[in-house]
């Protein structure tokens, strides 16, 4: 690298050709004031306050956007620069508000910062406020354009990183201003980066508005729980309140971002409606019982069960929103306190992490298989995006209908879910210009879904023709992979060493050969090919379901025990990458987490578990080859394989209809947790069944129309949303909610009749 | 030999008694507090009152500054977001039992709600009737607005 030596205030720095003024200020430990500027964009130069002086030009420069030039002479701080900054300073607050006090910046704004900074007391212009009514029409973006200082952070974050230009300059000279082309409802992705990144109160976060200042909340640096991006986050708190969850600007592996769910989906956690207490059902009703009572019953009717049937009729059910500790001490209860390998976890162990966010960024030809990750994964949708933008990199595209993609993609194949099966067809055959893309890149990569066997069927013959290429399993819940690795499988010890098999547990739950079933967070009542068991739950002597929230499952059992989410325990999650992230306790509702319920339960039938995290983390250690020297604070697990098993390529869809029904991913909701949050709700509460406008015109269906869809003999009743990019002929419904689960039952991509209702 | 003198005709104790005597016959400045009221300096801080604009409404924009500058940590503030996206103030409490009216929240109010006032009569006989609201604090702004009347001053 060709490295060029220049001075600021007197330090000499050596910085690479092309780095900016200010970056040789940041090695050299100078501080240049700025406002416009932010590391993640490209240079913009509009605010000026980072002015600086080279000796022997009289020109003054941005520091923001001039490179640095060999032998340079910067200085940064000399009188006549203090005073242009000021005068900078005072241009800008000519019309700004100045309403500090009520602003809900204050506290962490950089222009109060700055006005500070520069010790302006003093304006000596006319005030010119401008008098814009405050936007609260969206329900996650406040904004009032009269604080904006035109910096148009928002809208480059929103072009260069996310990628949806929602926003842009609107008007010229002296009316310009922030806002969306023919003032159309502000309707995006949500992800809020633009509310990360404006450096005044112009756009705030309505979740958070007005609820606390910045200096009274303490913070705590931990993992989101709402997906499997694994984003680091700041759990910012106070008392046992969590006022926000915030981004750590440019750190972790997702540099700082977040998405619309991590970052207004936190209202759960605060909830009123969580539970505080136990309860056991008598003759068919709820009871209070206290924590002692409730384990007490648990383990009474485990013993009786177990010396009637045999420890085999007992099985333990692990839900991905366990942390890593939390698992590995559920299946050790399994198999060492209860003496059964029935242990189970709804993920497969099919497919298992390979690539990394930084390898998708730095690849030079992505391919997704039919998954949304924009909106499915959306942290991992970014770095696609990243990647066929500033890489240039080749992006193939197959999914049914389009898709936020579509910007940045190189080729997109949309159609009936078969017309898409068959285009991956002649991927796979080698006769496309994707498969050509494949051929020629040095590090492609393929995005697919782990859940859906036909995916995996396409993922593992292109891995067979490609294999430089790095297969990305995107999976849907925080530690999806995590409890997979702690041995919470059925069949799979700790570091995914394959064991003795246990019952089936649908099998076990059908012929009845299960007879307890200990539930620890799934929400097994809107999963996919699960929701349609409760007939067989009813024969179940002992279900003890463990959740934050009275769920659907919760609501079946006859015990059921609250514990906390993941902003009140200390563990980890591992990511769909394969990274280890330390999840902190950040507050405390006072109610137990599920290695409490583990361990005291445990103590109860006589052996001792701790539930320690550090002890368990040395068991871990101990036991699981796979992270016996992985860091926990944000080390990769090397894994053995990343996609093993043979796969029927069923393709055809299951059922008979004029319309093809596939799920398809909703960024606002990722299963049962985020449907707690009534910020999120205010714009997806319900399932909507998502259907073109040809169609919808055809069979006399509006937006926000009763529909019902029939698959076979189930059906079941959504509101219909009529959009254009829908492919005809297809409709789509959102996983994980206890209707459309009934109906994905019957397969992953169904031919299904729609009919209007009411 | 002065030391001898002193201490043998007593004259410190006399020159003692001379005050005494001096102010016996002055006239008397004890006030007979709670029937009789002591005058306050105008520099004086006493209880605090809130500011109302004309219709009645709280000045008091819940930006929490007198919170973080009272050294003594007696104001509690709830603030929350109003249907039409307005600061509300869901909470504001003063310990008058932990104030020691140092007068900074005063001067840390940025909108000129909150202010000392002359009111000294904190005296209760229960510590939970020290912690005043915002309700009992704007009316406290009443009364102030009423002694100084009148005394024909304006607050
Ligand atoms: S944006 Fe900053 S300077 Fe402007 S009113 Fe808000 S806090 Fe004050
Ligand atoms: S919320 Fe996200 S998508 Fe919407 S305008 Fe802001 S940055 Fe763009
Ligand atoms: S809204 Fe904020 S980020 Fe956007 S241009 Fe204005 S000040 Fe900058
Ligand atoms: S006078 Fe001082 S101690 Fe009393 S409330 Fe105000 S800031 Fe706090
Ligand atoms: S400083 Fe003034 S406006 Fe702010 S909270 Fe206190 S009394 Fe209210
Ligand atoms: S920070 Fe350089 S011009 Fe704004």
Redesign the pocket.
């Known amino acids: 690298m060709q490295m060029v030596n220049l001075k600021i205030n007197g330090i000499e720095v050596e910085v690479p050709k092309d780095s900016t003024i200010l970056q040789a200020a940041e090695k050299a430990g100078v501080h240049i004031p700025v406002l416009?500027h932010d590391a993640r964009l490209n240079p913009f130069g509009a605010c000026r306050v980072c002015l600086v002086e080279a000796v022997g030009n009289p020109r003054l420069m941005t520091a923001c956007t001039t490179p640095a030039a060999p032998d340079m002479e910067i200085l940064t701080n000399t009188e006549k620069l203090q005073k242009i900054r000021k005068t900078v300073m005072e241009l800008l607050l000519i019309n700004h508000p100045l309403e500090c006090p009520v602003c809900d910046k204050g506290g962490e704004c950089t222009l109060q910062d700055l006005t500070y900074e520069t010790g302006l007391t003093n304006v000596r212009f006319d005030a010119e406020p401008n008098n814009t009514e405050v936007d609260h029409t969206n329900p996650f973006i406040e904004r009032d354009i009269d604080r904006?200082?035109?910096?148009?952070?928002?809208?480059r974050i929103c072009d260069e990183v996310v990628n949806i230009q929602a926003i842009s300059f609107v008007n010229r000279g002296t009316e310009t201003m922030?806002g969306t082309a023919f003032d159309q409802p502000w309707n995006c992705e949500f992800c809020g980066q633009?509310i990360s990144?404006?450096?005044?109160g112009?756009?705030n976060n309505r979740v958070y508005l007005f609820k606390n200042r910045p200096w009274n909340l303490e913070s705590v640096d931990s993992v989101c729980g709402l997906c499997s991006c694994g984003c680091y986050i700041k759990l910012d708190h106070e008392g046992n309140e969590v006022f926000r969850m915030n981004e750590a600007p440019e750190e972790g592996a997702n540099h700082g971002y977040l998405c619309a769910k991590g970052r207004f989906g936190f209202e759960f956690i605060n909830s009123m409606e969580r539970e505080t207490e136990c309860r056991i059902r008598k003759n068919g009703d709820f009871e209070t019982v206290d924590f002692e009572q409730a384990l007490d019953t648990v383990s009474e009717k485990l013993g009786a069960i177990k010396s009637e049937y045999g420890s085999d009729a007992i099985g333990v059910l692990v839900s991905p929103r366990l942390t890593n500790e939390e698992a590995f001490l559920a299946q050790k209860f399994a198999r060492e306190v209860i003496g059964t390998t029935n242990v189970y976890s709804l993920e497969p162990t099919t497919s298992l992490p390979e690539a990394t966010y930084e390898d998708v960024e730095n690849s030079d030809c992505v391919v997704t298989l039919n998954i949304d990750v924009t909106e499915s994964n959306p942290i991992l949708g970014l770095a696609v995006r990243k990647a066929a933008r500033m890489n240039d990199a080749g992006l193939y595209v197959y999914y049914p209908s389009e898709t936020a993609l579509k910007r940045v993609a190189t080729e997109m194949h949309t159609g009936t879910p078969d017309a898409v099966y068959a285009a991956m067809d002649e991927l796979v055959a080698g006769k496309t210009k994707a498969a050509e893309a494949l051929k020629g890149a040095e590090n492609p990569v393929v995005v697919y879904s782990p859940y859906n066997t036909a995916d995996l069927y396409y993922a593992q013959e292109l891995k067979k023709a490609y294999p430089s290429l790095k297969l990305v399993a995107a999976r849907s819940k925080n530690n999806s992979q995590g409890v997979l690795d702690m041995g919470a499988k059925n069949g799979f010890g700790p570091g995914l060493k394959e064991t003795e098999r246990g019952v089936n547990l649908r099998k076990g739950l059908e012929n009845q050969s299960v007879k307890a079933l200990i539930c620890l967070g799934e929400n097994v009542a809107v999963r996919t090919g699960w929701s349609e068991i409760e007939r067989a739950y009813s024969h179940l002597e002992l279900f003890m379901v463990t959740d934050p929230f009275m769920s659907e499952t919760a609501k079946r059992g006859n015990v059921y025990i609250p514990v906390a989410t993941y902003a009140e325990k200390n563990g980890s999650f591992t990511n769909l990458e394969g990274r280890v992230q330390e999840v902190q306790k950040a507050v405390d509702k006072g109610v137990c987490t599920d290695s409490d319920v583990i361990a005291a339960l445990s103590a109860k039938l006589g052996k001792e578990l701790t539930a320690d995290v550090d002890e368990i983390r040395e068991m871990i250690r101990k036991e699981n080859p796979l992270y016996k020297d992985v860091d926990f604070n944000g080390g990769l697990v090397k894994y053995p394989y990343a996609i093993k098993g043979e796969f029927e390529k069923e393709t055809v869809a299951a059922g008979e209809g004029s319309f093809y029904l596939y799920p398809a991913a909703l960024r606002l909701h990722s299963g049962s947790y985020t449907r707690w949050s009534h910020d999120l709700a205010k714009v997806y509460g319900d399932a909507k069944l998502i259907i073109n406008d040809k169609d919808a015109e055809a069979a006399g269906i509006e937006s926000g129309n009763e529909v019902a869809v029939k698959a076979g003999d189930v059906i079941r009743v959504f509101a219909a949303e009529v959009d254009k990019n829908m492919t005809k002929g297809c409709v789509s419904l959102p996983e994980d909610y206890a209707d459309t689960a009934d109906l994905f039952t019957k397969g992953r991509v169904l031919k299904v009749s729609i009919e209007k209702s009411g | 030999m002065k030391n001898v003198f002193d201490t043998f005709f007593f004259t410190e104790i006399l020159q003692g008694l001379g005050v005494t005597m001096k102010h016996f016959f002055k006239k008397k400045v004890t006030y007979k507090y709670p029937y009789e009221d002591t005058p306050v300096f105008p520099r004086f801080r006493g209880i605090q009152y809130i500011k109302t604009d004309e219709e009645g409404v709280t000045k008091c924009v819940g930006c929490y500054l007198c919170q973080v500058v009272c050294p003594s940590e007696c104001i509690h503030i709830v603030t929350d977001c109003g249907h039409k996206g307005q600061r509300l103030i869901r909470k504001y409490e003063l310990d008058l039992s932990r104030c020691i009216y140092c007068g900074y929240c005063e001067e840390a109010c940025p909108v000129d709600a909150i202010h000392m006032g002359r009111d000294y009569h904190t005296v209760d006989n229960t510590r939970d009737n020290y912690v005043v609201n915002m309700k009992t604090l704007t009316q406290n702004y009443k009364k102030e607005q009423k002694m100084a009347e009148a005394k024909g001053e304006q607050l």
């Not at chain 1, 200082?149 to 809208?155: D, K, N, Y």
């Not at chain 1, 990144?197 to 005044?200: E, G, H, I, K």
């Open positions: 416009c904006c200082v035109l910096c148009g952070r928002c809208v922030i633009c990144v404006c450096p005044v112009s756009l």
